[in-house]
């Protein structure tokens, strides 16, 4: 591939990733709907802020798997969850649960090849409920849980973190060393959720490094 069309290739990936993550993180848990079907963590009912699900087209393109047959944990932050994996759709990641992890299968490369590239992980916090993104996530100190050094694991593979970044939805597809294929490099993406109650307007992002 050529200079250009690889840098073409690049542009095109961040500038997807920077839409798509707007729509994460923007769901909380509300009163009980009948017939609703989908919980939380910690069984609680989820309802959808109006307008903000994905539709039943997307879903059925999305190919959505809540779980895939192995384990995303990190046990310092006791986050121990399926791996699910879905597609980008319309510029979008929405995934539909609250109880799992999602390998992007169109970004990056499945975690069976993670030595080759990079590996990306999404998951949903809530504002008023318990998602796997809120164990990564502290919320009165805007910052993460998870601590340079501590254990990300799926499957047999580990990673080592290595660091965090919390930056504006907006912004994150200007991130471009996040995008940049590194081997062995695994991004992990939730929103961070706001003290105030308010919908997040930030994402944390934290990577890692493949160290078996």
Known sequence: ??????????????????????????????????????????????????????????????????????????PSVDLDVPLGALDVVDNTINPPGFTSAYQVRNLGVPFEDAATGTVYVVMHSLRAGVGPGNHLIDVKEQASRVEPGATITIGDHTWTATGDLTVTKFDLGAQKDLFDGTPGRLVVIT???????????DNLVITAQLTS
């Open 1 to 74: 591939m050529s200079r250009s069309r690889t840098d073409r290739a690049v542009n095109r990936v961040v500038a997807l990733v920077a839409v798509a993550l707007i729509a994460v993180g923007i769901w909380r848990v509300l009163a009980p709907e009948p017939d609703s079907g989908t919980l939380d963590m910690a069984g609680n009912p989820v309802a959808l802020e109006p307008g903000t699900g994905p539709t039943e087209d997307q879903l059925k393109q999305m190919d959505v798997v809540e779980d895939a047959g192995e384990r995303f944990r990190v």
């Open 191 to 201: 929103c961070q959720q706001r003290s105030d109650g308010k919908a997040a307007v």
